[in-house]
């Protein structure tokens, strides 16, 4: 079965200043999908960025990237120049591919609560 | 713009009292999901549907279904509400063309129970 950790529950930074919150995980799959969700204070969930496990490249939007080290099976966001908009909950999750049919889920970690301050 | 809409967003009910969330996507999206995500907590999956099909997770409690009339909606019921099942509850969506994998959510309907 696959789990995700993320090891730092809560974190801090000061605003414009470059942080970096960490994901393993663990599989025996080659094919997946790894996934950085954001959930600010009773807002939505929304999507941050995404790594296709087939891709060295490292996805970046913006002021987020990854940090994607398949054999180590690691997953770090780094959020570069934070904001006081990026104070949220942050989730890595994990999605198989292989005969996942109508099956696909994410397997989520417990999260990592950020505060950026002023 | 396309959207995931959940109603209500606050939603009172008592011990027992049956209640019913809905959920709405503007997306065209094949997957509809149901979570249950209690204080700082990870949402955890109850069930979701893929087109037409049910796929419910092992461990939900029969308390929890679920309907999907059409595409375009999905409900949860929750026949006899107990004080543990207070929590915020998070319809997602997908689709399963074009290699698209993320989900998009609403912005949750959080249930009292009184």
């Known amino acids: 079965a696959q789990t995700v950790t993320q090891s730092q529950p809560e974190m801090s930074v000061q605003e414009a200043e470059t942080v970096t919150l960490s994901c393993t995980y663990d599989t025996s799959e080659n094919n997946y999908y790894l996934f950085w969700y954001k959930q600010p204070p009773s807002r939505q969930m929304i999507l941050v960025i995404r790594?296709?496990?087939?891709k060295q490249q490292n996805a970046t939007e913006n002021r987020f990237s990854v940090n994607f080290q398949k054999a180590a099976k690691s997953f770090s966001l780094k959020i570069s120049d934070s904001q006081l908009g990026d104070t949220a909950m942050y989730f890595c999750?994990?999605?198989?591919?292989?005969?996942?049919?109508?099956?696909?889920?994410?397997?989520w970690g417990l999260g990592t609560s950020l505060a950026v301050n002023p | 713009d396309a959207m995931v809409i959940q109603n209500p967003r606050y939603q009172v009910t008592q011990f027992g009292k049956p209640v019913t969330l809905s959920c709405s996507q503007t997306?065209?999206?094949?997957?509809m999901y149901w979570y249950q995500q209690k204080s700082s907590q990870a949402p955890k999956l109850l069930f979701h549907y893929y087109d037409k099909d049910f796929n419910n997770e092992a461990d939900t409690p029969d308390n929890f279904q679920s309907r999907r009339p059409n595409t375009s909606f999905c409900f949860l019921d929750i026949r006899s509400p107990g004080l543990g099942d207070a929590a915020m509850y998070l319809c997602?969506?997908?689709?399963?063309?074009?290699?698209?994998?993320?989900?998009?959510f609403g912005p949750g309907t959080r249930l009292t129970v009184t």
């Open positions: 790594q296709e496990a087939y």
């Open positions: 999750a994990f999605m198989k591919l292989r005969n996942a049919g109508n099956n696909r889920k994410l397997i």
């Open positions: 997602a969506t997908s689709r399963t063309r074009d290699s698209i994998y993320e989900q998009y």
């Open positions: 997306l065209n999206h094949n997957v």
